[in-house]
């Protein structure tokens, strides 16, 4: 008894206990040839995938993430890490040589159900993929869309929406399918932008001198119009009250916002000092006589 218990208690006593013990799992059949010691190594390669995923999600975030855009990266780190456990799994099961014909052809037939059944998710999911591809606009620009009257900052391109600040504050989420479909005018790629109004001065009143006028006001008022190209004046119609002309001013894409409402001041205080008349509409009725 005593050279039993020895035995046990040494080095190969251990490795025959665990001997038996994974023997003992292997004989335990749970379901079509699954054991308990399929189970255990599934559990091992599973927890192993699961780490060895957010350790390649960490390193992806630390040294290549910064070199692309924000939305781009967050995608991408979450496809490298369920990526990871997909071929952690499919590592498993043919290890195994688990079965899971009948399984697949069950899950096929219930996933052609749930395709008709969620086909505008497929398609956000399609678009999303092709908006990353694409990148008509990255994070932090400046959008509109016309199609849906939206105007604002794009805060991110998710896998099925994607997520637009207004000028108003509020965010606003946008399917992506509608998203890749809308045109999209981007008033951030170019680094410049142009303004433009229209305004009528009295027949009496001469061309050049309210053109000479509003240049100069230009000029001393707004500091941030380009000097070339220059600004630019033409006359557009003869209108039933007035002679319309358009301004056209360039200038740096950051000062948008103010360039318009501005330059109508300007020229509006411009026709003011040039004593030039912005005359209101003017119908003759001419009163016949029997």
Do not use: C
């Not at 390193?59 to 939305?71: E, R």
Request: proline share 4%; charged share 20%.
């Amino acid at each position: 008894m005593g050279n039993k218990y020895d035995q046990y208690y040494n080095g190969d006593g251990i490795r025959i206990m665990v001997l038996e013990f994974l023997q003992s799992l292997s004989d335990t059949e749970i379901v079509g040839g699954l054991t308990l010691l399929s189970l255990l190594i599934g559990g091992i390669i599973m927890a192993a995938g699961i780490i060895i995923a957010k350790i390649a999600k960490m390193v992806f975030f630390k040294y290549y993430a910064p070199t692309l855009p924000q939305d781009t990266a967050k995608n991408f780190g979450k496809l490298i890490y369920f990526g990871i456990i997909v071929i952690a799994f499919l590592t498993f099961t043919s290890s195994q040589g688990l079965d899971f014909s009948g399984l697949l052809v069950a899950g096929g037939i219930f996933a052609v159900v749930i395709g008709f059944a969620t086909q505008s998710v497929v398609s956000n999911l399609i678009s999303g993929i092709f908006l990353m591809v694409e990148k008509p606009a990255k994070q932090g620009d400046t959008i509109q869309i016309p199609d849906m009257g939206i105007s604002g900052t794009l805060l991110d391109i998710g896998t099925f929406s994607s997520k637009v600040r207004k000028f108003d504050g509020t965010v606003i989420r946008i399917p992506n399918e509608k998203f890749f479909t809308s045109n999209i005018r981007s008033l951030t790629v170019s680094t410049v932008r142009r303004a433009e109004a229209m305004v009528g001065i009295a027949y009496k009143d001469d061309i050049d001198d309210a053109i000479s006028a509003i240049k100069y006001e230009i000029s001393i008022t707004m500091p941030f119009v380009l000097r070339i190209p220059e600004p630019e004046f033409r006359v557009e119609e003869l209108g039933d009250s007035s002679v319309n002309i358009q301004v056209l001013v360039w200038h740096p894409r950051d000062d948008w916002s103010q360039a318009q409402p501005i330059l109508l001041i300007t020229i509006k205080r411009a026709l003011d000092k040039a004593g030039i008349e912005i005359p209101f509409p003017q119908r003759v009725i001419r009163e016949s006589k029997d």
